[in-house]
């Protein structure tokens, strides 16, 4: 290996930081960004593979003083982005010698602090950490789970599975990398993997980045199976990313229409009699929270969980349209800290220019049920529901409620 001058590049912190969206194939917006780090040769000004960076690094003991100099040059580079959009996540790699050098020194926090990026807008990647040191990994997930901080399993698939990393991590995401799994033999095997870890994600309120899309068919395999989120070079690679930048590469998405053709045919037709039903079924629901004391309201809500299970999530707006609740989510493994990735909305949140509330209040209409939708939040179809209601003191709001529609339409008549 050439000497690449490792001690000289961190010494002039000669880093550059690429950027790769993570985007919604079903939405318009981009759940987080990737920070890669590429070394700057300073021999010759050319950029270092980050794997050859780091096996250098590895070599002469300075892993943690490499790592250190990635994270604050992908903070300070992120910082541009974030205050444009409050809302993007951003994605730092880390290795286990950074893992145990975090449990003891708060580098990481302190430099969230410096670049007032809030710690709910940082996911950790961990992937190729160490098993055999399960207790300082517990130790590092806890400390920095408690303070905010996403934790991600970067490449799901590499080693076939990586089903020891899920069970420890218990992550707020998994990226299944999807270039890995195309290097398995049965095409078959890889869609039933693809399949089972969806199916165990959504379960357990963890959201899913298919990672490795290069092609139209990665980006189609992994939107059927469950993938709520994408990344690859067929959606936009690793480069210098501007707020703007990455504007356009969400608008200019060549692949969202032919998504969304495939979600219509899921979505097609909700017969009028499941229309019919569910309005019903809302006035039983109203009968049930008529009289609520505001604030207080959970209580009600669980109850109503409990009872039907094709309810996904549901919130009360003022008559203005601004949520006055929290958003209450039917579903105990999902971490209420985890809505900002699921686009779930929160106290405060402006629905006047959405249908589920301007086509109710501007209407003759005391119930309005939107047209069917991808559910962010589970993967499933689900029909919108909105219904005036009155509290305690006779005041009236408006209560919306996400329904799954294939288990309303199976449940519909038990109800």
């Known amino acids: 290996m050439n000497n690449i001058g490792i001690k000289r590049i961190i010494e002039n912190e000669s880093i550059d930081i690429l950027m790769q969206v993570i985007l919604s194939p079903h939405e318009d917006f981009a759940v987080g960004i990737e920070a890669f780090a590429r070394g700057i040769d300073p021999n010759n000004n050319k950029l270092v593979n980050p794997n050859e960076l780091f096996e250098q690094a590895k070599e002469e003991e300075l892993t943690v003083e490499l790592d250190k100099l990635c994270v604050k040059k992908a903070l300070q580079e992120f910082t541009q982005i974030y205050i444009k959009n409050k809302s993007t996540i951003l994605f730092i790699n880390i290795t286990d010698s950074f893992i145990s050098y975090s449990i003891k020194y708060d580098y990481l926090i302190e430099c969230a602090d410096k670049y007032g990026i809030p710690y709910q807008n940082i996911a950790i990647d961990l ?40 069970l420890l991590v218990n992550p707020d995401i998994i990226k299944i990398n999807n270039f890995l799994l195309n290097k398995l033999p049965s095409k078959q095997y890889k869609n039933y993997l693809l399949k089972f870890i969806s199916i165990i994600a959504h379960e357990m309120g963890m959201v899913v980045v298919a990672k490795g899309i290069e092609n139209e068919k990665d980006l189609e395999s992994s939107v059927q199976v469950g993938a709520q989120f994408v990344q690859g070079f067929f959606i936009s690679k690793p480069s210098k990313l501007s707020y703007e930048e990455i504007d356009g590469i969400i608008n200019s998405f060549k692949n969202k229409e032919k998504v969304k053709k495939y979600f219509c045919r899921k979505e097609s037709n909700s017969n009028r009699s499941v229309i019919t039903k569910l309005i019903n079924f809302i006035d039983k629901i109203k009968g049930k929270i008529d009289g609520f004391c505001l604030g207080c309201e959970d209580e009600t809500f669980k109850k109503i969980f409990n009872e039907y299970s094709f309810i996904e999530n549901c919130w009360i707006l003022d008559m203005n349209g601004i949520q006055i609740s929290d958003s209450y989510i039917n579903k105990e493994n999902f971490l209420t800290r985890n809505s900002s990735i699921f686009n779930i909305s929160k106290k405060n949140m402006d629905y006047s220019k959405k249908d589920i509330y301007d086509r109710l209040v501007n209407t003759i209409l005391d119930v309005w049920v939107t047209k069917p939708f991808h559910s962010l939040l589970t993967n499933n179809i689900c029909l919108g529901v909105s219904k005036y209601i009155v509290d305690s003191k006779g005041k009236t709001f408006i209560l919306c409620l996400n329904v799954n529609r294939d288990m309303f339409s199976r449940d519909a008549g038990n109800i």
């Open 127 to 166: 992937s190729n950490f160490d098993l055999y040191s399960v207790e300082e990994v517990e130790m590092f997930i806890d400390k920095y789970r408690a303070k905010g901080f996403y934790m991600s399993i970067d490449d799901i698939g590499q080693d076939y599975f990586n089903l020891d990393k899920l």
